[in-house]
């Protein structure tokens, strides 16, 4: 028996992962998929102190090496639920099953969908959700984002430099990113801002993206626009569905300010937790506090288990 488990390979698992090992409490980290979470595949992070600049994958490897560095043991495995057995966490996950003294979820969230007509059917042919891992395959060629948030911004800048036209819709009237995000979007010469407006349908040919119909919100105009690409970035849905603690409408796990959910001994941490501010700071700062109170929790589980 561990005497914790983190789920999640993002920031906050990572940095739960750092204090918990130099707390020297036996301790395994389980991914599904890659070190690193979603950030990993932003192409540029401005905001992270110490690093003016740096891409998330470069970051998000400093972070594993770190982690590593001092002898976290970090694990590949699907987890499906966690039961509780006493004061005895038991998690389920496609590997079998590992038993703790405490638990951190640091799982994250996946890009939410639009659910317009088109949408599914072309996700991976014209349709995609992370511009770094598919920007590329656009060079020279014209695409839209949808979004008004920091992640739509800097993508669509992002882009820019690579695609020969950059439509990007919001919704409203002002976007939601940082000004230094929006003052690059308006200066870059290939981008054109389309505000009040909405995507209703993505058409294809041939099996690919080849227009997309967006209505004002002004005066309820269609047109379609000829792109080759469709780059969504309207939110995210949190990965807590293997998981029966309280959660607010959104999915998104309830804590406290130890961050500790409803079941005494498992914490949230990051993006899957319910937060004002999805940033990589924050997920750092989500991850050492929780650690922080499970170390607290795993001393208390000990002293118990020997009649202290």
């Not at 028996?1 to 409490?25: E, F, H, K, N, S």
């Not at 594993?64 to 966690?82: C, P, S, T, W």
């Not at 992002?158 to 020969?164: C, D, E, G």
């Amino acid at each position: 028996m561990y005497d914790l488990v983190i789920i999640g390979g993002g920031p906050a698992g990572l940095t739960a992962g750092i204090y918990a090992q130099r707390a020297r409490l036996s301790t395994v980290l389980l991914e599904k998929q890659m070190v690193g979470g979603q950030i990993a595949v932003s192409d540029v992070i401005e905001n992270y102190p110490g690093f003016p600049s740096i891409s998330g994958a470069e970051l998000m490897e400093k972070f594993e090496e770190h982690a590593r560095g001092l002898g976290l043991e970090i694990k590949f495995a699907d987890v499906q639920n966690i039961a509780v057995e006493g004061a005895v966490k038991v998690i389920k996950t496609s590997e079998g099953e590992i038993r703790a003294k405490a638990v951190i979820i640091a799982t994250g969230a996946s890009p939410k969908r639009l659910g317009v007509p088109g949408e599914k059917e072309l996700t991976g042919k014209g349709v995609s959700y992370c511009a770094t891992c598919d920007g590329p395959f656009f060079r020279n060629l014209k695409v839209l984002v949808v979004g008004g948030g920091d992640t739509a911004v800097k993508e669509a800048v992002y882009l820019s430099r690579i695609a020969s036209k950059v439509y990007i819709s919001h919704r409203r009237d002002k976007f939601r990113a940082e000004k230094m995000h929006l003052e690059k979007l308006e200066s870059a010469p290939n981008i054109e801002i389309l505000r009040s407006h909405v995507l209703n349908e993505i058409k294809a040919e041939n099996g690919l993206v080849k227009s997309a119909c967006v209505e004002d919100l002004k005066t309820r105009e269609k047109k379609d626009i000829e792109v080759e690409g469709i780059f969504i970035f309207v939110g995210i849905n949190p990965t807590t569905d293997f998981i029966d603690v309280d959660k607010d409408g959104g999915g998104f796990i309830k804590t406290s300010q130890r961050l500790e959910t409803s079941i005494p001994g498992i914490y949230a941490a990051g993006d899957c937790r319910t937060t004002p501010l999805l940033q990589v700071a924050t997920a750092v700062g989500d991850g050492a506090l929780a650690a922080w109170a499970a170390i607290d929790y795993v001393e208390t589980f000990d002293n118990e288990a020997k009649g202290v």
